[in-house]
């Protein structure tokens, strides 16, 4: 009875949920209205269990065909959308006045996107992909094929479905539970473009996968995507903190295979349930910011002993440096406990680059002296950590030498020649007297 | 033969009739659960009668037994809409709906009520939804209360009413005034026909049936189709109740259409293929996620089944057997194989009228060659399967399509069933591939002698330590053959090699017949390879659909010695960065500072402090021992007040100058000290121009 009760309350508070928090907004980095563009409807009751688990995450679906003339996604300069979700893979253009730039401008001013190939993508999502760093197969009836690693079927047997289990290790990318089980994928793969440094391999293939036709003999050329070169599902993570999710298969969202039971090929274990849900409820939550998001606040540093920042250091002072880092946990901003964020002082390049300690409540500080150069500094947190967004914080602060009434006055060393002169003082003193009233 | 299988797995996978489409299951299990799963009710009732009915109807079809008990509540809201005056039409045919599902006990005064609701509704009507309902209501009501006086007498007219909203591709409008038409309009105007019909006394004329099964056949003409034979009715009008997906307008002319075949009590003549294509369609849908789509599937192919039994072949693989794998079942007891299970059985996966199954052709997937096997499937009435229990003598290891049909016993059954003629099916014969010579060999280049060999055992560890320069090549060579010993080609043959920093190299493995043979000459792969000399790792991979022992096998490493790159040679691609590497903490800097200088003992300073000051000293001593005085000092009192003050000047700046060591800086000081000086002149020239006149009168005495 309870169950039904919270449910019904779960309901009626998403139903609220959108009235209060109408928007993306640095504060609350959540996503909340998002375009489904589709290539067919039905979809949308195939791949419902994928839609289902983002409505009841509080997300504002907006379906809409990919040929649907009243598609767009910004208007009078204002976007009417925070993530875009194509799972339209046969579209060659999209209705409305989206297009690859269109998509391209969306993810660049900050927001985010989920894509899903399939055998037979169009031009269109591969040019999409190829923009975000990934190239699907050029081979348009290629498909990801693996005869040591595919899920054991009663029904399939061109080894086309594949179950994958080689995942990025990422507690905040693919959330703190383990998938056991394994992903089944059926579909096309790719491969990540080495130069673009943002873009990474989510699930990869086996090493014995290769992407081929399976229903015609290899030619003589070997196949240009094999091994653990292929990615099945890739992510990407942005400059300004947009989440995209490239995927071969559109197939891994579907009901079908959310809901199959797996067991690969060679091992004995057998699941109930593909590890699917599991594996795209938790790529999407970090895809729409309920995960990774950190912000960083309260820079402060000052002189040891003082609490007032100075607005200047001199060589050799010795400095308290403090930040706090808080991580968004979907509904609030909780501190984000890390041994790893250091700081740097830095002028053309650091001088100094130490790893801050935390008080496990979201503060960062350390203490360190001054270099003795004196210039323009920047205090610097650079914080780049797998699956987060990237911190880049910085502060300038001039440091300057010792003024010349700073140095030691009174050096031992020196004693001699001072005492040199105060004696040769004394004797000009005393010999100037005698000198003049000796008798 | 037989024999040589008796030691194998083998697999036979089934595929799908053609190749764009999976294998279509009946209504299962699956969509029991997902049944009860999508429509479980808060708080023990639904949120709407419309709900009520959907989830009643569905758990119905699918033989659920109500797991929630919802008849109370069910009822009760029954009872309260059909009391109600205020109710909207939908409402009593919605609360009628679920009153025939769960035969609640009604009052029968609130039912007359509604009675004369329906009547007074269906003269005033003017839309198809307006008669859609009002009759609907009739005819539950006449369903539901025998004692309902619920004829129609004027149902010519009203048949023509709706009729005149009829479009000629067979399309309804949903009112005279809304020029749009569409497939969904089409299923609710036959539903309402239907009705009319049943209700009618006296009867409707003939004629009027007629037409009316001509629109239903021009209804069929629109209708869309995939590829793989599914067949769909599609909407494009978007209406005031929204969009209509293909799957509720194609189940709302199904529902129509069941309508009607149960009003008249009439042969159709609908296109079995196009109701097979229906079926495709809602069955390929797979389990629908929403609790509508559900409901629209489930009811459909329950009037599917109705109208026209549908018959779904369900074909899978099972069963090899093998005494290793004692908990598969064994069909037959001195085959040693059981080959293709075929279940028979209609959409809603109820079995199948008395039917055999017989394997027409089989062709070698790929070639259009086809031998002709007309060979019945022997039926086990225990499992209600259709079981191929030998294989012909010419299938080895590969990819057949085999091709099915089914022949009914009873002839009558042809007319009631359809069953969409052949079916074709893509099967793979699995087995353990036999590998065999495997070596791999590095040959010197000129002569072709042989310089190392080594034995492999495949699959199984290796571990080769070669190494070669570039004028000389590596061989590796295996056969591969089937059971049978015939030769066996896999799809995934293929040599890698790569070098240590992660630059892979892919070579396919071609064949003759039987052997597979590469050999990889060093001398033309210098370019390739970067001219990277180093440690190779080899690694072979050969895989097939068809083989059971696929296999990736790392083997050992050759370590190369190739020339150095030339100028002009192309530098290896970049490689990715690991990400886990590239996001680790940096290692820590610390600023070095500059040593400070060295200095030497403090004691040794004051040491030499001390020397220093010895001469002091030794001139005071001297002073002494000369005999110094201080006796012409000026005794009169101006000159030795401007003495005194001449030198306590002097004894100033001394002591400014003391200072400046102390404490003031430069600029204090030289204030100060000019200060001092102008005094010191002042009272210097006093006191030595009296001394020096004091010296000149000596002299002059």
């Known amino acids: 009875m309870a169950a039904p009760k919270v449910a019904f309350l779960l309901l009626n508070l998403i139903s609220i949920l959108p009235l209060l928090v109408s928007s993306f907004s640095p504060d609350r980095p959540t996503d909340r209205r998002i375009l489904v563009v589709l290539d067919d409807l039905s979809l949308k009751s195939s791949h419902s269990l994928f839609f289902s688990s983002l409505k009841s995450r509080g997300f504002d679906l907006d379906f809409k065909l990919a040929d649907d003339p009243a598609i767009a996604v910004k208007r009078y300069g204002q976007y009417m959308y925070d993530g875009l979700i194509l799972l339209s893979p046969s579209t060659e253009r999209f209705g409305g006045s989206l297009d690859v730039e269109g998509v391209l401008d969306f993810v660049d001013s900050g927001h985010d996107l989920i894509v899903s190939a399939d055998a037979n993508a169009s031009d269109l999502i591969r040019n999409i992909a190829a923009e975000c760093g990934v190239d699907f197969d050029e081979d348009p009836s290629a498909v990801i094929v693996d005869h040591s690693s595919y899920a054991v079927s009663e029904t399939e047997g061109d080894h086309t479905l594949i179950a994958a289990d080689d995942f990025i290790q990422s507690d905040v990318i693919l959330g703190n539970k383990k998938i056991e089980a394994t992903v089944l994928f059926k579909g096309i793969g790719h491969s990540l473009n080495p130069a673009n440094s943002m873009v990474l391999k989510a699930l990869s293939a086996s090493p014995s996968s290769y992407s081929t036709n399976p229903s015609s003999k290899l030619s003589s050329q070997p196949p240009s995507l094999y091994g653990t070169a292929i990615s099945l599902v890739s992510v990407v993570q942005a400059r300004n903190a947009a989440r995209i999710m490239i995927s071969g298969s559109l197939d891994m969202f579907s009901n079908r295979l959310f809901r199959a039971g797996v067991q690969k090929s060679g091992s004995l274990n057998k699941y109930e349930k593909s590890g699917n849900e599991q594996f795209i409820t938790e790529l999407s939550k970090w895809i729409f910011h309920e995960r990774g998001h950190l912000k960083a606040v309260n820079l402060r540093h000052n002189k040891v002993g003082e609490s007032e920042e100075p607005s200047m250091y001199r060589i050799n002072d010795d400095l308290e440096f403090s930040v706090e880092i808080f991580e968004w946990s979907g509904s609030s901003w909780v501190p984000h406990v890390s041994k790893d964020v250091q700081v740097q002082f830095y002028m053309m390049s650091p001088y100094v680059l130490k790893t801050l300690s935390t008080n496990g409540k979201g503060l960062y500080h350390t203490s360190f002296k001054v270099p003795d150069v004196y210039g323009v500094f920047q205090f610097k947190v650079e914080y780049q950590k797998l699956g987060y967004t990237s911190l880049s914080l910085s502060k300038q602060i001039p440091v300057r030498p010792f003024k010349h009434n700073e140095y030691e006055r009174f050096i031992t060393t020196a004693f001699p020649y001072y005492g040199a002169s105060f004696s040769m003082m004394a004797g000009f003193f005393i010999f100037s007297g005698v000198y003049l009233y000796n008798k | ?701």
């Open chain 2, 1 to 701: 033969m037989a024999r040589d299988l008796g030691i194998l797995i083998i697999a036979v996978l089934v595929l799908a009739a053609t190749c764009e489409s999976a294998v279509l299951s009946p209504v299962s299990e699956s969509h029991r659960s997902a049944a009860l799963e999508l429509f479980s009710p808060a708080d023990g009732s639904y949120g709407s009668l419309e709900e009520t009915y959907e989830a009643l109807k569905t758990f119905k079809v699918l033989g659920i037994e109500k797991k929630h008990d919802i008849r109370t509540s069910s009822c009760a809201s029954v009872a309260d809409t059909l009391k109600s005056t205020s109710s909207a039409l939908k409402d009593f045919v919605d609360a009628l709906r679920v009153n025939s599902i769960l035969k609640c006990e009604l009052n029968s005064e609130a039912v007359r009520g509604t009675q004369s609701r329906f009547k007074d509704s269906l003269n005033g009507a003017n839309s198809l939804i307006d008669f859609y309902y009002s009759i609907g209501g009739l005819v539950l009501l006449k369903e539901q209360m025998s004692e309902v006086d619920v004829n129609l007498g004027d149902a010519d007219r009203i048949f023509r009413s709706i009729k005149a909203l009829g479009q000629s591709d067979g399309r309804w409008r949903l009112s005279s005034n809304n020029p749009e038409s569409s497939n969904n309009a089409a299923g609710i105007a036959l539903e309402a026909l239907a009705g009319v019909i049943s209700l009618a006394t006296p009867q409707i004329g003939n004629s009027l049936i007629t037409t009316l099964k001509n629109d239903i056949l021009k209804l069929f003409d629109g209708i869309e189709r995939y590829d793989d034979g599914t067949y769909y009715f599609d909407e494009k009008h978007v209406g005031a109740r929204g969009h209509q997906s293909p799957l509720s307008s194609s189940a709302s002319v199904v529902r129509g259409i069941a309508a009607v075949a149960a009003a008249t009590s009439e042969t159709l003549n609908l296109p079995g293929e196009k109701i097979l294509g229906l079926a495709k369609f809602f069955l390929g849908v797979g389990v629908p996620g929403s609790a509508q789509d559900l409901y629209h599937q489930i009811d459909a192919l329950s009037y599917l089944e109705n109208i026209r039994q549908v018959l779904w072949k369900l074909t899978f693989f099972r069963a090899l057997y093998n005494k290793a794998h004692p908990d598969l079942k064994i069909y037959s007891s001195d085959l040693d194989f059981v080959a293709a299970l075929v279940r028979v059985s209609t959409v809603l996966g109820s079995p199948a009228p008395t039917l055999s199954v017989r394997l027409m052709q089989i062709f070698v997937s790929g070639s259009k060659d086809a031998s002709v096997i007309d060979q019945e499937l022997k039926f086990d009435a225990v499992s209600g399967m259709h079981v191929l229990e030998t294989l012909p003598k010419n299938i080895d290891v590969g990819s057949y399509v085999f091709s099915f049909e089914v022949i009914f016993h009873n002839p009558e059954h042809k007319k009631t069933y359809v069953s969409g003629g052949r079916t074709r099916v893509l099967v793979h014969i699995t087995g353990v591939i036999k590998i065999d010579n495997a070596e791999i060999v590095i040959l010197d280049g000129d002569r072709g002698s042989v310089e190392t060999q080594k034995k492999l055992k495949l699959p199984g560890d290796n571990t080769v330590a070669l190494s070669a320069n570039h004028l000389q090549k590596l061989r590796l060579s295996f056969d591969l053959s089937t059971p049978f010993g015939n030769a066996f080609k896999p799809h995934q043959a293929f040599l890698k090699l790569r070098h240590e920093n992660g630059i892979d190299h892919i070579f396919l493995v071609g064949n003759s017949g039987k052997k597979f043979e590469i050999i990889l000459d060093f001398l033309g792969l210098v370019e390739k390879f970067f001219y990277l000399s180093g440690r190779y790792n080899i690694q072979l991979t050969v895989g097939d659909a068809d083989m059971e022992n696929s296999f990736l096998q790392p083997l050992g490493f050759v370590e190369l010695d190739l020339p150095d790159a030339p100028e002009k040679a192309t530098r290896p691609p970049p490689q990715a960065v690991d990400p886990y590497s590239r996001y680790g903490p940096k290692a820590e800097i610390t600023h070095i500072f500059r040593a400070p200088e060295k200095r030497p003992a403090k004691e040794l300073s004051l040491t030499f402090l001390g020397l220093i000051l010895v001469p002091f000293f030794g001139f005071l001593a001297g002073l002494v021992q000369l005999g110094a005085n201080l006796k012409s000092f000026p005794k009169s009192t101006v000159p030795s007040t401007f003495a005194i003050l001449f030198h306590l000047g002097i004894a100033a700046v001394l002591a400014l100058y003391a200072l400046f060591w102390l404490k003031l800086d430069l600029f204090t000081t030289l204030k100060a000290l000019g200060l001092l000086g102008m005094f010191l002149m002042f009272v210097g020239h006093k006191t030595l121009s009296h001394l020096a006149s004091t010296s000149s009168k000596l002299k002059s005495v």
